[in-house]
Protein backbone atom coordinates (compact mmCIF):
# COMPACT_ATOMS: atom_id res chain seq x y z
CA UNK A 1 0.00 0.00 0.00
CA UNK A 2 1.62 3.88 -0.89
CA UNK A 3 0.66 6.23 1.00
CA UNK A 4 1.55 10.07 0.70
CA UNK A 5 2.41 12.47 3.75
CA UNK A 6 1.69 16.15 2.89
CA UNK A 7 3.26 18.63 4.73
CA UNK A 8 0.88 20.15 7.63
CA UNK A 9 0.30 23.06 9.19
CA UNK A 10 2.41 22.92 12.06
CA UNK A 11 -0.11 25.18 14.53
CA UNK A 12 1.09 28.61 13.46
CA UNK A 13 -1.30 29.39 10.19
CA UNK A 14 2.07 29.62 8.00
CA UNK A 15 1.35 29.16 4.37
CA UNK A 16 4.77 27.05 3.98
CA UNK A 17 8.36 25.74 5.61
CA UNK A 18 11.64 25.00 4.36
CA UNK A 19 13.11 21.44 4.22
CA UNK A 20 15.98 22.14 6.88
CA UNK A 21 17.35 18.14 6.36
CA UNK A 22 16.21 14.73 5.54
CA UNK A 23 16.95 12.76 8.17
CA UNK A 24 15.54 9.47 6.01
CA UNK A 25 16.22 8.52 2.96
CA UNK A 26 14.30 7.03 -0.34
CA UNK A 27 14.37 2.98 0.73
CA UNK A 28 14.85 3.31 4.57
CA UNK A 29 12.10 1.70 6.68
CA UNK A 30 10.64 3.75 9.30
CA UNK A 31 8.42 2.79 12.20
CA UNK A 32 5.83 5.23 13.52
CA UNK A 33 6.33 8.58 15.13
CA UNK A 34 10.50 8.12 13.92
CA UNK A 35 11.66 11.29 13.34
CA UNK A 36 11.63 11.65 9.17
CA UNK A 37 12.84 15.46 8.80
CA UNK A 38 13.75 18.85 10.05
CA UNK A 39 11.46 21.90 8.68
CA UNK A 40 12.35 25.62 9.26
CA UNK A 41 9.17 27.72 9.79
CA UNK A 42 9.20 31.60 10.13
CA UNK A 43 9.24 30.98 13.57
CA UNK A 44 11.35 27.69 14.44
CA UNK A 45 12.75 24.58 13.33
CA UNK A 46 10.32 21.91 14.00
CA UNK A 47 10.93 17.81 13.44
CA UNK A 48 8.31 15.86 11.92
CA UNK A 49 7.46 12.73 13.05
CA UNK A 50 6.80 9.94 10.84
CA UNK A 51 2.55 9.39 10.43
CA UNK A 52 3.40 5.71 9.41
CA UNK A 53 5.21 2.61 9.77
CA UNK A 54 6.67 1.38 6.48
CA UNK A 55 9.26 2.49 3.88
CA UNK A 56 10.23 5.37 2.30
CA UNK A 57 9.09 5.39 -1.30
CA UNK A 58 9.89 8.99 -2.58
CA UNK A 59 10.81 12.15 -1.00
CA UNK A 60 9.04 14.99 -3.09
CA UNK A 61 11.31 17.76 -2.22
CA UNK A 62 14.97 18.38 -1.48
CA UNK A 63 17.21 19.88 1.87
CA UNK A 64 16.36 23.87 0.72
CA UNK A 65 13.34 23.31 -0.36
CA UNK A 66 10.37 25.76 0.21
CA UNK A 67 7.41 23.48 0.38
CA UNK A 68 3.68 24.81 0.61
CA UNK A 69 1.34 23.52 3.49
CA UNK A 70 -0.91 20.61 1.84
CA UNK A 71 1.82 20.03 -0.79
CA UNK A 72 2.93 15.80 -0.87
CA UNK A 73 6.31 15.90 1.21
CA UNK A 74 6.98 12.68 0.88
CA UNK A 75 5.63 8.95 0.15
CA UNK A 76 5.59 5.51 2.10
CA UNK A 77 5.19 2.06 0.78
CA UNK A 78 3.45 0.23 3.64
CA UNK A 79 2.33 -3.28 3.63
CA UNK A 80 -1.03 -4.78 1.89
CA UNK A 81 0.49 -4.05 -1.58
CA UNK A 82 -2.36 -1.70 -2.68
CA UNK A 83 -2.93 1.74 -3.69
CA UNK A 84 -4.21 3.70 -0.09
CA UNK A 85 -7.80 5.08 -0.69
CA UNK A 86 -8.57 8.87 -0.43
CA UNK A 87 -10.11 9.73 2.97
CA UNK A 88 -13.63 9.82 0.98
CA UNK A 89 -15.17 9.96 -2.29
CA UNK A 90 -14.91 13.62 -3.21
CA UNK A 91 -11.75 13.18 -2.36
CA UNK A 92 -11.67 10.58 -4.55
CA UNK A 93 -12.82 12.24 -7.37
CA UNK A 94 -10.93 15.26 -7.45
CA UNK A 95 -8.02 12.90 -7.53
CA UNK A 96 -9.09 11.41 -10.47
CA UNK A 97 -9.83 14.79 -11.93
CA UNK A 98 -6.07 15.51 -11.22
CA UNK A 99 -6.98 18.40 -8.37
CA UNK A 100 -6.14 18.74 -5.28
CA UNK A 101 -8.79 17.18 -2.65
CA UNK A 102 -11.02 20.54 -1.76
CA UNK A 103 -11.82 18.65 1.55
CA UNK A 104 -7.93 17.75 2.91
CA UNK A 105 -6.83 19.24 5.83
CA UNK A 106 -3.11 18.48 6.70
CA UNK A 107 -2.55 17.31 9.90
CA UNK A 108 0.69 16.62 11.75
CA UNK A 109 -0.06 13.10 11.74
CA UNK A 110 -1.46 12.88 8.43
CA UNK A 111 -3.44 10.78 5.85
CA UNK A 112 -2.35 10.40 2.20
CA UNK A 113 -4.20 11.32 -0.52
CA UNK A 114 -4.53 8.61 -3.13
CA UNK A 115 -1.28 8.00 -5.53
CA UNK A 116 -1.28 9.68 -9.29
CA UNK A 117 -2.41 7.27 -12.00
CA UNK A 118 0.40 8.38 -14.00
CA UNK A 119 3.07 6.49 -11.58
CA UNK A 120 5.63 9.05 -11.35
CA UNK A 121 6.45 11.14 -8.58
CA UNK A 122 4.12 14.42 -8.39
CA UNK A 123 5.69 17.69 -7.70
CA UNK A 124 3.97 21.63 -6.64
CA UNK A 125 3.70 22.83 -9.95
CA UNK A 126 6.64 25.56 -11.64
CA UNK A 127 4.79 29.11 -11.46
CA UNK A 128 7.48 30.21 -13.86
CA UNK A 129 7.49 31.12 -17.62
CA UNK A 130 9.06 27.70 -18.71
CA UNK A 131 6.72 26.12 -17.49
CA UNK A 132 4.04 27.19 -20.47
CA UNK A 133 3.49 25.70 -23.40
CA UNK A 134 5.24 28.49 -25.17
CA UNK A 135 8.48 27.39 -23.91
CA UNK A 136 11.20 28.61 -26.37
CA UNK A 137 12.34 26.34 -28.66
CA UNK A 138 15.80 27.32 -29.11
CA UNK A 139 16.42 27.08 -25.66
CA UNK A 140 15.20 23.29 -25.52
CA UNK A 141 17.57 22.19 -27.86
CA UNK A 142 20.61 23.74 -26.17
CA UNK A 143 19.53 21.73 -23.08
CA UNK A 144 21.14 18.75 -22.67
CA UNK A 145 18.85 15.36 -23.84
CA UNK A 146 18.22 14.32 -20.84
CA UNK A 147 17.14 17.38 -19.24
CA UNK A 148 13.82 17.10 -21.02
CA UNK A 149 13.78 13.01 -21.07
CA UNK A 150 14.27 13.07 -24.86
CA UNK A 151 10.70 15.16 -25.15
CA UNK A 152 8.99 14.46 -28.39
CA UNK A 153 6.21 16.49 -27.76
CA UNK A 154 5.01 19.57 -25.89
CA UNK A 155 2.99 17.93 -23.55
CA UNK A 156 5.80 15.85 -22.19
CA UNK A 157 7.94 18.90 -21.88
CA UNK A 158 5.65 21.00 -20.28
CA UNK A 159 4.91 17.97 -17.55
CA UNK A 160 9.18 17.57 -17.21
CA UNK A 161 9.47 21.61 -16.32
CA UNK A 162 6.43 21.53 -13.75
CA UNK A 163 8.70 19.11 -11.84
CA UNK A 164 10.65 21.11 -9.02
CA UNK A 165 14.41 20.57 -9.68
CA UNK A 166 16.50 19.54 -6.78
CA UNK A 167 19.48 21.94 -5.86
CA UNK A 168 20.23 24.22 -2.80
CA UNK A 169 18.80 28.15 -2.30
CA UNK A 170 22.47 29.50 -3.38
CA UNK A 171 22.32 27.45 -6.51
CA UNK A 172 18.76 28.43 -7.55
CA UNK A 173 20.07 32.19 -6.48
CA UNK A 174 22.76 32.22 -9.13
CA UNK A 175 20.24 30.27 -11.80
CA UNK A 176 18.12 33.21 -11.03
CA UNK A 177 20.61 35.91 -11.46
CA UNK A 178 22.09 34.11 -14.77
CA UNK A 179 18.46 33.91 -15.91
CA UNK A 180 18.94 30.16 -16.03
CA UNK A 181 16.18 27.89 -15.42
CA UNK A 182 16.24 24.85 -13.47
CA UNK A 183 14.64 22.67 -14.91
CA UNK A 184 16.31 22.45 -18.36
CA UNK A 185 19.89 22.04 -16.44
CA UNK A 186 21.21 18.16 -16.44
CA UNK A 187 22.49 17.84 -12.51
CA UNK A 188 26.25 16.25 -13.00
CA UNK A 189 25.67 14.56 -9.35
CA UNK A 190 24.87 11.16 -8.68
CA UNK A 191 21.88 11.98 -6.34
CA UNK A 192 20.32 14.01 -9.17
CA UNK A 193 21.02 17.59 -7.45
CA UNK A 194 22.01 20.47 -9.81
CA UNK A 195 25.38 22.06 -8.31
CA UNK A 196 27.38 25.90 -9.14
CA UNK A 197 28.72 24.11 -11.47
CA UNK A 198 26.39 22.70 -13.27
CA UNK A 199 24.10 26.02 -13.37
CA UNK A 200 27.20 27.99 -14.84
CA UNK A 201 27.74 25.22 -17.27
CA UNK A 202 24.97 25.46 -18.96
CA UNK A 203 24.59 29.16 -18.74
CA UNK A 204 28.11 29.16 -20.50
CA UNK A 205 26.59 26.96 -23.41
CA UNK A 206 23.21 28.88 -24.20
CA UNK A 207 24.76 32.05 -23.48
CA UNK A 208 22.30 33.04 -20.45
CA UNK A 209 22.14 36.26 -19.22
CA UNK A 210 21.40 38.07 -15.67
CA UNK A 211 17.55 39.08 -15.05
CA UNK A 212 18.40 41.47 -12.75
CA UNK A 213 18.15 45.47 -13.77
CA UNK A 214 21.92 45.87 -14.50
CA UNK A 215 23.97 48.71 -13.20
CA UNK A 216 27.77 50.14 -13.36
CA UNK A 217 28.73 47.74 -10.23
CA UNK A 218 26.72 44.74 -11.80
CA UNK A 219 28.48 44.07 -15.00
CA UNK A 220 31.22 42.13 -13.75
CA UNK A 221 31.00 38.21 -12.95
CA UNK A 222 32.74 39.25 -9.74
CA UNK A 223 29.43 40.49 -8.56
CA UNK A 224 26.96 37.76 -10.16
CA UNK A 225 28.93 35.01 -8.70
CA UNK A 226 27.86 36.38 -5.15
CA UNK A 227 28.82 33.53 -3.29
CA UNK A 228 32.19 33.17 -3.95
CA UNK A 229 34.41 34.18 -1.61
CA UNK A 230 36.11 36.99 -3.99
CA UNK A 231 32.32 38.26 -4.06
CA UNK A 232 31.59 41.83 -3.18
CA UNK A 233 27.74 41.67 -2.47
CA UNK A 234 25.87 38.67 -1.47
CA UNK A 235 21.99 38.12 -1.56
CA UNK A 236 20.36 35.96 0.83
CA UNK A 237 16.70 34.99 0.63
CA UNK A 238 14.31 36.79 3.02
CA UNK A 239 12.45 34.21 4.90
CA UNK A 240 12.52 32.12 7.92
CA UNK A 241 12.59 33.74 11.17
CA UNK A 242 14.20 37.16 9.71
CA UNK A 243 11.01 37.39 7.25
CA UNK A 244 8.73 36.73 10.14
CA UNK A 245 10.60 39.25 12.54
CA UNK A 246 10.40 42.33 9.75
CA UNK A 247 6.59 41.53 8.81
CA UNK A 248 5.63 41.76 12.13
CA UNK A 249 7.74 44.33 13.39
CA UNK A 250 6.87 46.56 10.68
CA UNK A 251 2.89 45.21 11.29
CA UNK A 252 3.58 46.69 15.11
CA UNK A 253 5.75 49.96 14.15
CA UNK A 254 2.78 51.16 11.73
CA UNK A 255 -0.28 50.23 13.78
CA UNK A 256 0.47 50.53 17.20
CA UNK A 257 1.23 54.05 18.25
CA UNK A 258 4.87 53.76 19.94
CA UNK A 259 6.03 55.95 23.21
CA UNK A 260 9.08 55.23 24.63
CA UNK A 261 10.70 56.47 28.05
CA UNK A 262 13.21 56.03 30.06
CA UNK A 263 14.87 55.97 32.94
CA UNK A 264 17.99 55.48 34.79
CA UNK A 265 18.24 53.77 37.92
CA UNK A 266 21.36 52.78 40.67
CA UNK A 267 21.05 48.61 40.72
CA UNK A 268 23.93 48.17 42.93
CA UNK A 269 21.49 46.57 45.48
CA UNK A 270 20.80 44.03 43.11
CA UNK A 271 24.27 43.61 41.49
CA UNK A 272 24.98 42.60 45.55
CA UNK A 273 21.72 40.50 46.45
CA UNK A 274 22.94 38.59 42.99
CA UNK A 275 26.62 38.07 44.04
CA UNK A 276 25.34 36.57 47.43
CA UNK A 277 23.30 33.95 45.25
CA UNK A 278 26.12 33.34 43.39
CA UNK A 279 28.19 32.47 46.17
CA UNK A 280 25.65 30.34 47.70
CA UNK A 281 26.29 26.86 46.92
CA UNK A 282 22.36 25.94 47.19
CA UNK A 283 21.76 28.79 44.17
CA UNK A 284 24.73 28.11 42.46
CA UNK A 285 23.16 25.71 39.47
CA UNK A 286 20.58 28.22 39.24
CA UNK A 287 22.05 31.18 37.46
CA UNK A 288 20.01 33.86 38.61
CA UNK A 289 20.85 37.14 36.93
CA UNK A 290 19.54 40.53 36.84
CA UNK A 291 17.07 39.40 34.10
CA UNK A 292 15.38 36.96 36.00
CA UNK A 293 15.17 39.90 38.79
CA UNK A 294 13.88 42.28 35.96
CA UNK A 295 11.40 39.57 35.21
CA UNK A 296 9.93 39.77 38.81
CA UNK A 297 10.00 43.11 39.04
CA UNK A 298 7.95 43.61 35.48
CA UNK A 299 5.40 40.99 36.80
CA UNK A 300 5.07 42.71 39.85
CA UNK A 301 4.90 46.16 38.14
CA UNK A 302 1.93 44.92 35.92
CA UNK A 303 -0.35 43.21 38.51
CA UNK A 304 0.03 47.14 39.73
CA UNK A 305 -0.21 48.15 36.20
CA UNK A 306 -2.27 46.07 34.35
CA UNK A 307 -3.11 48.46 31.53
CA UNK A 308 0.48 47.40 30.28
CA UNK A 309 -0.64 43.92 30.35
CA UNK A 310 -3.68 44.13 27.81
CA UNK A 311 -4.41 44.04 24.34
CA UNK A 312 -6.02 46.26 21.28
CA UNK A 313 -8.71 44.01 19.66
CA UNK A 314 -9.46 45.89 16.73
CA UNK A 315 -11.69 43.49 14.96
CA UNK A 316 -13.75 43.07 18.05
CA UNK A 317 -13.47 46.73 18.97
CA UNK A 318 -12.37 45.62 22.59
CA UNK A 319 -9.54 46.29 25.08
CA UNK A 320 -8.22 42.67 26.18
CA UNK A 321 -7.17 42.67 29.65
CA UNK A 322 -4.97 39.69 30.87
CA UNK A 323 -5.09 38.81 34.17
CA UNK A 324 -1.69 36.59 33.99
CA UNK A 325 1.30 37.06 32.65
CA UNK A 326 2.95 35.19 29.50
CA UNK A 327 6.22 37.09 29.43
CA UNK A 328 8.02 37.05 26.09
CA UNK A 329 11.87 36.75 26.68
CA UNK A 330 13.62 38.31 23.35
CA UNK A 331 17.02 36.14 22.45
CA UNK A 332 18.92 36.35 20.00
CA UNK A 333 19.89 33.55 17.94
CA UNK A 334 22.41 32.47 14.23
CA UNK A 335 18.71 32.65 12.60
CA UNK A 336 17.46 35.68 13.79
CA UNK A 337 15.43 37.45 16.98
CA UNK A 338 12.94 35.18 18.49
CA UNK A 339 10.61 35.95 21.59
CA UNK A 340 9.33 32.74 23.26
CA UNK A 341 7.39 33.41 26.56
CA UNK A 342 6.89 32.00 29.98
CA UNK A 343 3.36 31.42 30.43
CA UNK A 344 2.26 32.02 33.78
CA UNK A 345 5.24 34.02 34.78
CA UNK A 346 3.53 35.74 37.78
CA UNK A 347 3.19 32.44 39.23
CA UNK A 348 6.67 31.97 39.25
CA UNK A 349 9.67 32.59 42.51
CA UNK A 350 12.66 34.37 41.44
CA UNK A 351 14.50 30.87 41.11
CA UNK A 352 11.95 29.34 38.54
CA UNK A 353 12.37 32.74 36.74
CA UNK A 354 15.83 32.23 35.91
CA UNK A 355 15.43 28.68 35.43
CA UNK A 356 12.80 29.36 32.88
CA UNK A 357 15.21 32.43 31.45
CA UNK A 358 18.08 29.44 31.07
CA UNK A 359 15.99 26.88 29.46
CA UNK A 360 14.15 29.36 27.12
CA UNK A 361 17.45 30.75 26.03
CA UNK A 362 19.15 27.00 25.22
CA UNK A 363 16.51 26.16 23.00
CA UNK A 364 16.18 29.00 21.12
CA UNK A 365 20.15 29.21 20.09
CA UNK A 366 19.50 25.46 19.44
CA UNK A 367 16.21 26.40 16.91
CA UNK A 368 14.17 23.62 19.24
CA UNK A 369 11.77 26.54 20.49
CA UNK A 370 8.05 25.17 20.05
CA UNK A 371 5.90 27.38 17.71
CA UNK A 372 3.11 27.30 20.58
CA UNK A 373 6.10 29.13 22.90
CA UNK A 374 5.71 31.98 20.68
CA UNK A 375 2.73 32.88 19.82
CA UNK A 376 0.26 34.37 23.29
CA UNK A 377 2.44 36.53 24.74
CA UNK A 378 0.98 39.38 26.99
CA UNK A 379 4.42 41.65 27.45
CA UNK A 380 7.89 41.22 26.96
CA UNK A 381 11.64 42.11 27.93
CA UNK A 382 14.67 42.49 25.69
CA UNK A 383 18.43 42.64 27.47
CA UNK A 384 20.20 44.87 24.79
CA UNK A 385 22.76 44.96 27.88
CA UNK A 386 24.48 42.32 27.38
CA UNK A 387 26.14 43.60 23.90
CA UNK A 388 27.46 46.63 25.66
CA UNK A 389 24.29 48.75 24.64
CA UNK A 390 22.77 51.36 27.53
CA UNK A 391 19.41 51.63 25.74
CA UNK A 392 17.33 51.31 22.97
CA UNK A 393 13.77 51.76 21.60
CA UNK A 394 12.75 48.68 21.43
CA UNK A 395 9.36 47.78 19.21
CA UNK A 396 6.68 46.32 20.56
CA UNK A 397 5.61 42.75 19.51
CA UNK A 398 2.49 42.64 17.90
CA UNK A 399 -0.56 41.83 20.46
CA UNK A 400 1.01 43.05 23.11
CA UNK A 401 1.29 46.50 25.19
CA UNK A 402 4.53 46.94 26.20
CA UNK A 403 7.98 45.79 25.95
CA UNK A 404 10.93 46.55 28.78
CA UNK A 405 14.53 46.87 27.26
CA UNK A 406 17.59 46.33 29.86
CA UNK A 407 20.54 48.06 29.08
CA UNK A 408 24.14 47.30 30.40
CA UNK A 409 24.91 47.64 34.07
CA UNK A 410 27.92 50.65 34.23
CA UNK A 411 30.19 50.92 37.23
CA UNK A 412 29.94 55.20 37.43
CA UNK A 413 30.03 57.70 39.72
CA UNK A 414 26.71 58.73 41.09
CA UNK A 415 24.94 60.13 43.26
CA UNK A 416 24.20 58.06 46.63
CA UNK A 417 22.92 59.18 50.11
CA UNK A 418 24.05 62.83 49.47
CA UNK A 419 27.38 62.19 48.21
CA UNK A 420 29.38 60.58 45.17
CA UNK A 421 30.13 56.68 44.74
CA UNK A 422 31.02 54.58 42.57
CA UNK A 423 27.54 52.74 42.05
CA UNK A 424 26.26 50.16 39.56
CA UNK A 425 23.64 51.56 37.37
CA UNK A 426 21.52 50.83 34.19
CA UNK A 427 19.49 52.56 31.84
CA UNK A 428 15.66 51.08 32.00
CA UNK A 429 13.69 51.83 28.44
CA UNK A 430 10.12 51.43 27.83
CA UNK A 431 8.22 51.47 24.84
CA UNK A 432 4.17 51.23 25.12
CA UNK A 433 0.75 51.36 22.92
CA UNK A 434 -0.31 54.60 23.57
CA UNK A 435 -4.17 53.34 22.82
CA UNK A 436 -3.79 51.68 25.75
CA UNK A 437 -1.41 53.43 27.85
CA UNK A 438 -1.22 57.05 28.94
CA UNK A 439 2.00 58.60 29.58
CA UNK A 440 1.50 59.00 33.41
CA UNK A 441 0.35 54.67 33.31
CA UNK A 442 3.85 54.11 31.58
CA UNK A 443 5.94 56.23 33.35
CA UNK A 444 4.22 54.96 36.74
CA UNK A 445 4.92 51.25 35.81
CA UNK A 446 8.02 52.18 34.89
CA UNK A 447 9.18 53.75 38.46
CA UNK A 448 7.52 50.24 39.97
CA UNK A 449 9.93 48.39 38.18
CA UNK A 450 12.85 50.64 38.86
CA UNK A 451 12.22 50.45 42.56
CA UNK A 452 12.47 46.80 42.96
CA UNK A 453 15.67 46.79 40.92
CA UNK A 454 16.76 49.48 43.49
CA UNK A 455 15.57 48.22 46.37
CA UNK A 456 14.85 44.12 45.38
CA UNK A 457 13.32 44.29 48.82
CA UNK A 458 10.90 46.23 48.40
CA UNK A 459 9.47 43.52 46.37
CA UNK A 460 7.95 41.86 49.78
CA UNK A 461 6.23 45.08 49.95
CA UNK A 462 4.20 44.33 46.10
CA UNK A 463 1.52 42.30 45.59
Same mark, same amino acid.
Request: with cysteine; hydrophobic share 45%; charged share 20%.
Given at each position: ??? /? ?6 ? &??? +??? &? ?9 ? #? ?6 ? !? ?17 ? $? ?32 ? !?????? =? ?13 ? %? ?43 ? =? ?25 ? !?? $? ?15 ? %? ?10 ? $? ?5 ? /? ?14 ? +? ?14 ? @??? @? ?8 ? =? ?8 ? #? ?10 ? *? ?23 ? /?????? *????? %? ?14 ? +???? =? !? ?47 ? +? ?69
Amino acid at each position: MNQ /DFRLPDLG &EGL +PEA &EIVQWLVAEGD #SVTLNQTI !AEVETAKAIVELPSPHAGT $VRTLHAAAGDVVEVGSVLISFELEGGADASPPDA !AANAAE =DEGAEPATAQPNLVG %YGAAPRTSGRPQRRARVAASASSRADTAVLEAAPHDAVHDAVHTT =DVDDRLRERPRSTPPVRMLAKQLGVDL !AL $VEASGAQGIISRADVEA %YAARVGAAPIAP $VTAEATT /DEFRAVSEPTARTTRT +PIRGVRKHTAEAMVRS @AFT @APHVTTFLTV =DVTATTELLA #SFKADRALQDHR *IGILAVAAKAVCLGLARHPELNSKW /DADAGE *IVAHH %YVNLGIAAATGRGLVV +PHIP =D !AQDLTLVELADEIRTLAETARAGKTAPAAMMGGTFSITNVGVFGVDAGT +PIINPGEAGILALGAVRRQPWEHRGEIALRDVMTLALSFDHRLVDGEQGSRFLVTVADVLREPGRAMLLR
